[in-house]
Nanobody
C-alpha cells in the first residue's frame, strides 16, 4: 500500500506560480513512477507530468516550458513547479503513483487561476 498526500494548491492570478508537493508513505520502495494529473470541470482526468524512479520525465504538451516535475527521494516527495499559470490551468490536481501495476491516488489539491 502507498499513501499520497498533496499540498500547495490555492488561488493565484494569471501569470503567477505555485508549487505542489506530494508526500508518499507506506511501501514507497515499490513505486515505479510518480506523477501529476488534473481534473478540469466537465473533463476527464488528464496527465500533466510524470517522473520515473530513474528521474526521467514526461510532460503534457499544454504544460511544456511552464511546469517542472521533480523529486526528492530523501523526503519521499514529488513536486510540480507551475509557472506562468493560466485560467485554463484551473483544476483539481492529483498525485499518482504506480506500484507494480497498481494505481494509487491522493485526494487532490485545488488550483484556481483567476484572469
Amino acid at each position: 500500500q502507498v499513501q499520497l498526500v498533496e499540498s500547495g494548491g490555492g488561488l493565484v492570478q494569471a501569470g503567477e506560480s505555485l508549487r505542489l508537493s506530494c508526500v508518499a508513505s507506506g511501501n514507497i520502495h515499490s513505486i515505479n513512477d510518480m506523477g501529476w494529473y488534473r481534473h478540469l470541470p466537465g473533463e476527464q482526468r488528464e496527465l500533466v507530468a510524470v517522473i520515473s524512479s530513474g528521474g526521467s520525465t514526461k510532460y503534457a504538451d499544454f504544460v511544456k516550458g511552464r511546469f517542472t516535475i521533480s523529486s526528492d527521494n530523501a523526503q519521499n516527495t514529488v513536486y510540480l513547479q507551475m509557472n506562468s499559470l493560466k485560467p485554463e490551468d484551473t483544476a483539481v490536481y492529483y498525485c499518482h503513483a504506480d506500484s507494480f501495476g497498481y494505481d494509487y491516488w491522493g485526494l487532490g489539491t485545488l488550483v484556481t487561476v483567476s484572469s
